[in-house]
C-alpha cells in the first residue's frame, strides 16, 4: 500500500507515515524501527489519529479507515 491521506486532511505527514506503516499489519516495534523513532512516539502517533477520528481500538481505526473509504493512494 503506498503512501495516504485522510480526504479530511487531518493528518500531517508523521502520523500519515506511521499509519500507513501500521496498516501494513506492522507492530509498534517494527514502525518504530522502520521510521527511526521511538515506539513511545508511533504509540502517541497512533493515539492522535485515533483520536481525531474518535475511535478507541486498533481494530476500529483499521476498519474506519478502510470501510469508510478515508484513504487515498
Known sequence: ??????????TDGKKRETLNILLEGA????IASRLDISERAVEMRRASVMKKLQVTS???LIRR????E???P
Open 70 to 72: 478515508l484513504l487515498f
Open 27 to 30: 507492530a509498534n516495534k517494527v
Open 1 to 10: 500500500m503506498g503512501r495516504i491521506r485522510l480526504r479530511d486532511g487531518r
Open 58 to 60: 486498533l481494530a476500529e
Open 65 to 68: 479507515v478502510t470501510q469508510f
